[in-house]
T-cell receptor
Framework: SQQGEEDPQALSIQEGENATMNCSYKTSINNLQWYRQNSGRGLVHLIL?????REKHSGRLRVTLDTSKKSSSLLITASRAADTASYFCATAPGGNTGKLIFGQGTTLQVKP | NAGVTQTPKFQVLKTGQSMTLQCAQD?????MYWYRQDPGMGLRLIYY???????DKGEVPNGYNVSRLNKREFSLRLESAAPSQTSVYFC???????????FGNGTRLTVT
């Protein structure tokens, strides 16, 4: 079964609005990562947050991590049409197994 | 700097045929991975290699074999292709286990 589950599965917003995506996972983790995938392309790493961190920023991206609830959120502020993509969370289960497990993704559409 | 290069980009096989998907990275990364992506399933890990000379099974290894030829190259072989192996295959690499992944652009495989 998938380690990470994203919510919502699909999101449609207007340019300039904020987009929030959530990820829940099942086991303890070393870190949690967010990736973006444009149509027909490979995934691109966005941000990594470690299990002892609660919040991290990178440009217009803000990621939070709540290990007690086993959940994370990705906030994209002031969205642009170019942000249209699928977004995936990926977790590195505890114990450094070397396996990065991906969720099913959230498809974001930003309308100009 | 090419990053992660996958060949071929597209392939059509008949049931029972065999083929090898090639992957090479030029970032001197230690770890390499093979994922498959199916609609609604996200990415699932097939095999990974934490370092040169080692390989381990992921979530869905049945029907596949891998070879870590050297530090740069990690190939995925389908010995007897089945329609259930129709998918998009992504190779990825990282500096170390559970570090951010760098993805290739994928191989789109159809088995008829």
């Amino acid at each position: 079964s998938q380690q990470g589950e994203e919510d919502p599965q699909a999101l449609s917003i207007q340019e300039g609005e904020n987009a929030t995506m959530n990820c829940s996972y099942k086991t303890s983790i070393n870190n949690l990562q967010w990736y973006r995938q444009n149509s027909g392309r490979g995934l691109v790493h966005l941000i990594l947050i470690r299990s002892n961190e609660r919040e991290k920023h990178s440009g217009r991206l803000r990621v939070t991590l709540d290990t007690s609830k086993k959940s994370s959120s990705l906030l994209i502020t002031a969205s642009r049409a170019a942000d249209t993509a699928s977004y995936f969370c990926a977790t590195a289960p505890g114990g450094n197994t070397g396996k990065l497990i991906f969720g099913q993704g959230t498809t974001l559409q930003v309308k100009p | 700097n090419a990053g992660v290069t996958q060949t071929p980009k597209f392939q059509v096989l008949k049931t029972g045929q065999s083929m090898t998907l090639q992957c090479a990275q030029d970032m001197n990364h230690n770890s390499m991975y093979w994922y498959r992506q199916d609609p609604g399933m996200g990415l699932r890990l097939i095999y990974y290699s934490a370092s040169e000379g080692t390989t381990d099974k992921g979530e869905v290894p049945n029907g596949y074999n891998v070879s870590r030829l050297n530090k740069r190259e990690f190939s995925l072989r389908l010995e007897s292709a089945a329609p259930s192996q129709t998918s998009v295959y992504f190779c990825a690499s990282s500096e170390a286990s559970i570090a951010p992944l760098h993805f290739g652009n994928g191989t789109r495989l159809t088995v008829t």
